[in-house]
């Protein structure tokens, strides 16, 4: 479909997503899983608003969750938190196949989906414990050793917003070893994404309802990071 080539090439037509956004209810009448989804991902990377489109095609939201490849599950709902688009339906579908889902993933997808989730809200114990079990050569394991510096951030971020730290233990001490070690590179989104599990932290000491003991940089270092990489933006 041409408008996910354009999203591919980070360009946006309005004519293009107009006339796409036309055809919203052929579109979710095909049922295709990976047309519907491309869609839905063509929109959310161009960040373009289409609510009726969004909606005819979440008429269709349980078939993508239950039939899509972790792929198109992690497509569909990183697409709607990135317009602010509710999708309860899908979420809630997701989210009750989500061991299926995480047993076959791939660590870039499960970063992608546990973004979505904490972004629209949507705190899942069942995803966030999933994702940091200390089985030998489970989750944990592969995302700690494949994730992107981006997708640590965005991971550590939702722990965070998600209020959920104890659940992600393990995997979030990892996590933040890694980041320690790639903060000059970051730009100012994802510094500030560290920057709020960082600070979240502290409030949690301090308030002693929670205790997470990582090794890392002082608050004041953090600021002047997120400072200066706001000034090179």
């Not at 490849?69 to 989500?98: E, K, Q, Y």
């Not at 629209?120 to 030998?136: A, V």
């Not at 100012?188 to 929670?210: D, M, P, R």
Request: hydrophobic share 45%; net charge negative; charged share 20%.
């Amino acid at each position: 479909m041409a408008v996910w080539g354009f999203a591919k090439l980070k360009r946006k037509s309005k004519k293009l997503f107009s006339e796409v956004g036309k055809q919203r209810e052929r579109i979710a009448e095909s049922g295709n899983v990976q047309a519907m989804v491309n869609v839905l991902w063509a929109y959310g990377g161009n960040a373009v608003h289409d609510s009726e489109l969004f909606c005819a095609i979440m008429t269709n939201a349980k078939i993508i969750a239950d039939e899509g490849t972790p792929g198109n599950i992690s497509n569909a709902v990183w697409s709607c938190a990135r317009i602010g688009f509710d999708a309860p339906i899908l979420f809630a579908s997701v989210d009750s196949n989500i061991t299926k889902f995480l047993s076959s993933a791939e660590p870039s997808q499960i970063a992608n989906l546990t973004w979505a989730f904490a972004t629209n809200g949507i705190f899942s114990e069942t995803l966030f414990k999933g994702i940091s079990s200390e089985e030998e050569g489970g989750v944990m394991e592969i995302l700690v050793e494949k994730c992107t510096e981006i997708e640590v951030c965005n991971l550590l971020w939702s722990y965070s917003i998600a209020g959920l730290l104890p659940l992600g233990e393990p995997l979030i001490k990892l996590l933040w070893s890694r980041a320690c070690s790639f903060f000059p590179t970051l730009n100012g989104t994802h510094l500030q994404n560290l920057f709020i599990f960082f600070v979240t932290v502290q409030v949690e000491e301090k308030s002693g309802s929670y205790t997470l003991e990582i090794q890392g940089p002082s608050e004041r270092f953090m600021i002047q990071m997120v400072q200066a990489s706001n000034t090179r933006e």
